[in-house]
């Protein structure tokens, strides 16, 4: 499936410490119904049958459900929201998401406790909220994917989180290490824990999920560190596509990832894993380093 990402809005009620966007919602507008009904259009005439309306916070968008509605219109298979799940705590306002088009609902939680959850989305109450808002989802029969993002303040939260999402009945979690740009790279030197670190945590918690038959992945951590666990590698199944960002369109956002946004060194190309993985994002050697990463040999 190819699919687009288009991001409707970069406003938001969280204030996250890893925050990609930075602070895009100070100064960039959100796309109003006709930009986005353009994009829409020209994206299926060019063969693309899924959506993901991505921020900023998208539910924020005041035309959100006619947004919905359009992409559902022209014929997507594919209609995901990918959210901070808050506004998500209101039934009567998934309901209507649901009959307007959504097929997929992506919230992130980031903690399996309000005090960690919120240390990380600088948000009283965000917790409780995205939690009711994936319950409230699963009782309406949507498929529910929730994303985490991994930092310092909570990798070795990741079991207790994975249960909890288990518990929950998420159809699909994944653990995405914190991409180092916008806010997170102002946060850099706490918020980036070292992969080799975050390992037997991450690992743990894919554990629980393939125990309890839940699809679960990690985005951004490279093959050599996920042996054993090569299936549960994001990147394998993550669509390709398009995005629509601010004022910037990328033509396919995979060949973006593999090569601008993620790096690979001289002696990854000894690996057998080398022809698959994307290797790190590119600043996070510039802090650590390559020593943790090792080419996988035969």
């Not at 995205?130 to 303040?153: E, F, P, Q, R």
């Not at 159809?171 to 946060?187: L, R, Y």
């Not at 554990?207 to 038959?213: E, K, L, P, Q, R």
């Not at 894993?273 to 390559?290: A, L, T």
Request: hydrophobic residues 35%; proline residues 5%.
């Amino acid at each position: 499936m190819k699919r687009i990402d288009v991001k409707v809005t970069f406003n938001c009620n969280n204030h996250c410490d890893f925050c990609a966007q930075g602070n895009k919602r100070s100064f960039v507008k959100r796309k109003s119904l006709a930009e986005i009904s353009n994009i829409l259009s020209e994206a299926r005439k060019n063969g693309v049958d899924g959506v993901v309306f991505t921020g900023g916070e998208p539910t924020l968008h005041p035309e959100i459900i006619k947004i919905v509605s359009k992409a559902k219109s022209l014929g997507f298979s594919k209609i995901q929201l990918q959210t901070n799940g808050r506004s998500l705590a209101y039934i009567d306002f998934c309901k209507k998401l649901k009959d307007a088009g959504v097929n997929e609902m992506g919230p992130s939680l980031h903690g399996s406790s309000p005090k960690l959850h919120e240390k990380l989305t600088c948000a009283p109450g965000s917790f409780r909220e995205t939690v009711k808002g994936i319950i409230n989802c699963k009782k309406l029969g949507m498929y529910v994917l929730t994303n985490s993002v991994i930092t310092s303040a909570n990798y070795k939260d990741l079991p207790s989180l994975a249960r909890l999402l288990v518990k929950l009945g998420v159809n699909q979690f994944q653990f995405a290490f914190v991409h180092i740009i916008g806010t997170a790279w102002e946060n850099k030197n706490w918020i980036v824990p070292k992969k080799s670190e975050i390992m037997p945590y991450v690992k743990k918690g894919l554990d629980i999920g393939i125990n309890a038959g839940v699809l679960c992945y990690t985005e951004a951590i490279p093959y050599c560190l996920m042996k054993g666990y090569e299936k549960c590698v994001a990147e394998a199944i993550i669509p390709q596509g398009p995005v629509a960002d601010a004022d910037v369109f990328v033509e396919n956002y995979a060949d973006y990832r593999k090569n601008e946004g993620k790096v690979k060194r001289k002696e990854c190309s000894r690996c057998v894993y080398f022809k698959v993985c994307e290797g790190p994002w590119r600043e996070y050697p510039d802090i650590y380093g390559w020593a943790e990463f090792k080419p996988v040999v035969r």
